[in-house]
């Protein structure tokens, strides 16, 4: 388990310094820069004092290499939309409204999902099972934004009852939370139901039931159980995709969150905040995986001493 660890912590490593390279050269490469926009118009000798004070007129791979010695001292520099901030202060305080609302809409949906697939296997081939395949097949091929939408149409145009947008008040979170809480309802819904049946039609659980076991200490004893293994792995990369902010999310509700920065980066030719967005949900996604694979060996012990089993 160390060596494991060990290597994909190498891997993780690589992985960062590969993506941050090839976003680096992805961001230079696109036409135009930090000034040479019509929302900031400067002249030629003002821009050429700003970029070499900015160090944007040196080679591209100094550039790379100075930007990567602050990284790994934590200085992900000054975005160039708000000078007077680092790069990390920026996005302190655009976190919370992110990892609030999409935190939330995974431990709604996530434990709602898990119900309606245990349902949906239970009951095969009835109304509850056809519910939960709408409901995933919904939640997994309408757009985010598609769904937003009709939520701001339904509940705060058609029937008035939540504002359509804005931050502060818990009221105005309730419906971004359900935007976020469908693709986890869905996910959910669609992976227990799967792994419930796939468990139950297992030879086990025929002698469990030879033995006298009554279906509920079958169902909650064993199958979930050993059904909760493709449920725990998935768990943490969905929090982690989910509460590093959703573009579309938070455009069609106004939340001033992680997502607003990913568009306002790129728009703005922003390379430091750009690239610590970049990096930052590089580094959480492998950590995510890393520890839902530690989880996955934890549950079955099987693939954690697989050498000696064989």
């Known amino acids: 388990m160390i060596g494991f660890i060990v290597r994909r912590l190498f891997s993780i490593a690589v992985t960062f310094f590969v993506v941050s390279l090839i976003v680096f050269l992805m961001m230079h490469a696109v036409p135009g820069g930090p000034f040479d926009g019509n929302d900031m118009p400067v002249s030629k000798a003002v821009r050429d004092t700003l970029m070499a004070k900015l160090g944007l007129d040196q080679p591209l791979w100094v550039q790379y290499v100075k930007y990567m010695s602050g990284v790994l001292r934590l200085d992900f520099g000054v975005p160039y939309q708000a000078p007077g901030e680092t790069v990390l202060s920026l996005l302190a305080n655009a976190w919370p409204p992110s990892l609030l609302l999409g935190g939330l809409g995974v431990l709604i949906g996530a434990p709602l999902g898990i119900l309606l697939g245990m349902a949906a296997a239970l009951r095969r081939n009835t109304w509850i099972d056809y519910l939960a395949s709408a409901v995933a097949t919904v939640g997994l091929t309408i757009p985010v934004f598609v769904i937003s939408m009709a939520l701001i149409l339904i509940f705060a145009v058609w029937l008035n009852w939540l504002p359509a947008s804005g931050w502060g008040k818990p009221e105005r979170w309730v419906l971004p939370i359900i935007a976020y809480a469908m693709i986890p309802l ?75 920065y990913f568009v306002s980066s790129i728009n703005n030719r922003d390379y430091p905040l750009e690239m610590a967005l970049v990096l930052m949900v590089t580094v959480a996604f492998c950590l995510a995986y890393l520890i839902s694979d530690i989880a996955y060996a934890w549950l079955n012990p099987r693939i954690r001493f697989g050498e000696r089993a064989r």
């Open 186 to 260: 869905a996910t959910y819904a669609r992976y227990t139901r799967s792994a419930m049946l796939d468990t139950l039609n297992r030879p086990f659980v025929t002698a469990l039931r030879a033995k006298g076991l009554s279906e509920r200490r079958i169902i909650f004893q064993h199958v979930l159980r050993n059904s909760a293994i493709p449920m725990v792995t998935v768990f943490l990369p969905m929090f982690i995709g989910t509460a590093t902010g959703s573009i579309f999310v938070e455009a069609m509700f106004r939340v001033p969150g992680l997502g607003s």
